[in-house]
């Protein structure tokens, strides 16, 4: 504020002297300005009908930024910092991938920093789970797949299937061909659909999402792709699976569902199908496992996913 009122003195003076003498050029010299910049406030100083107030900086802020980040953007971007705790790289990921919001990874640092968020804070370890740790949603995610044939043979598919551990919420999404690009699409599907934040993925022990002679390699694309997200990934071995038959129950459930078996023209009809089976069992299926509750009631269980009242990630008729 003294800094403003120095300067609007200061300009005072020009304008007291231009009154005086009507001489620019003497008056630029003994002030040691352009004659560019005392036209400028001469300007302003007349035009405001020779008010003092005139002669104070202004803001330089535009009046219109129609290229501005809206308010909900940023609302939603501090409520995903608060969230994970996740830094610039890995936001930018997952507002891509869930909220379909691309902003560069300076752009979110910069409105973080300006909306009050402190970028020093220290982000929370992971937390390891044990095998008798009770699991709280997305805490443990197991992936596996199943390749289908049509009647006549010819046409081959691969189903991937994404349960929950805890909630036994359930997402299915079929794929004309069974690959580690495949596979990361359907993750995105997951990460885009699941209403919770996915900490360790599990898989089998295939091509698609590890290395068979070195399973516990981090160069594989599919783990790389995922340690980029935030989430870890889980070859259990077989001592493991020996002990853990939560996979082989997910294929087991493959197994016995009908739309399996029908015949079938295309890829979409297929997955339409799969889509209303996984709308009940989600919805309206009681599971034995989680108390004869459905996997959205066990869900709404948790205070965060409360409002939940359906799952239906596929939105079709049912």
Same mark, same amino acid.
């Given at each position: 504020? *003294? $800094? ?8 005072? &003076?020009? @304008?007291?002297?231009? $009154? &005086? ?32 107030? +005139?002669?104070?900086?202004? +803001? ?5 930024? %129609?290229?501005?980040? !809206? ?34 990874? +300076? ?13 020093? =804070? #220290? ?7 044990? %095998? ?15 390749? *289908?044939?049509?009647?006549?043979? #010819? ?7 994404? *349960? ?6 359930? *997402? ?42 070195? %399973? ?7 783990? @790389? ?10 070859? /259990? +071995?077989?001592?493991? =699976? ?20 029908? /015949?079938? !023209? ?6 339409? $199908? ?14 034995? =496992?989680?108390?004869? @509750?459905?996997?959205? $009631? ?21």
């Amino acid at each position: 504020m *003294i $800094e403003t009122d120095t300067a609007v003195a200061r300009r005072m &003076e020009w @304008m007291k002297e231009f $009154e &005086e003498k009507k001489s620019v050029p003497s008056i630029c010299q003994k002030f040691s300005i352009s004659r560019k910049t005392f036209y400028k406030w001469l300007k302003r100083y007349k035009i405001s009908s020779k008010n003092v107030s +005139s002669l104070g900086d202004r +803001s330089r802020r535009p009046h219109h930024s %129609p290229r501005a980040t !809206s308010p909900a953007i940023v609302q939603r971007l501090r409520e995903l910092r608060e969230k994970t705790g996740f830094g610039q790289k890995r936001l930018k990921l997952y507002l891509s991938i869930w909220y379909d919001i691309e902003l560069s990874e +300076s752009a979110i640092w910069k409105l973080l920093k300006k909306s009050g968020v402190d970028m020093k =804070l #220290k982000k929370s370890h992971r937390r390891k789970l044990r %095998p008798n740790d009770a699991l709280l949603p997305g805490d443990r995610v197991s992936l596996t797949f199943k390749l *289908i044939t049509n009647q006549n043979g #010819k046409q081959h598919f691969v189903q991937y299937s994404a *349960i929950d551990e805890c909630s036994r919420l359930r *997402i299915t999404k079929i794929y004309g061909r069974h690959s580690t690009l495949s596979a990361l699409d359907f993750i995105q599907f997951g990460l885009m659909h699941f209403p919770f934040l996915i900490r360790y993925i599990q898989t089998p022990l295939d091509n698609a999402f590890a290395s068979v002679s070195k %399973p516990r390699s981090r160069t594989h694309a599919f783990t @790389m792709n995922l340690r980029k997200l935030g989430i870890k990934h889980e070859v /259990p +071995s077989k001592k493991k =699976l020996a002990v853990n038959r939560f996979m082989e129950r997910i294929k087991r459930f493959d197994e016995v569902e009908p739309y399996l078996t029908k /015949p079938f !023209s295309s890829l979409d009809e297929l997955q339409q $199908e799969a889509a209303r089976v996984l709308y009940r069992y989600n919805n309206e299926r009681p599971i034995p =496992l989680i108390e004869n @509750m459905s996997p959205v $009631e066990k869900l709404r269980t948790y205070q965060q996913f409360s409002g939940i009242t359906t799952f239906d990630p596929y939105a079709i008729s049912h």
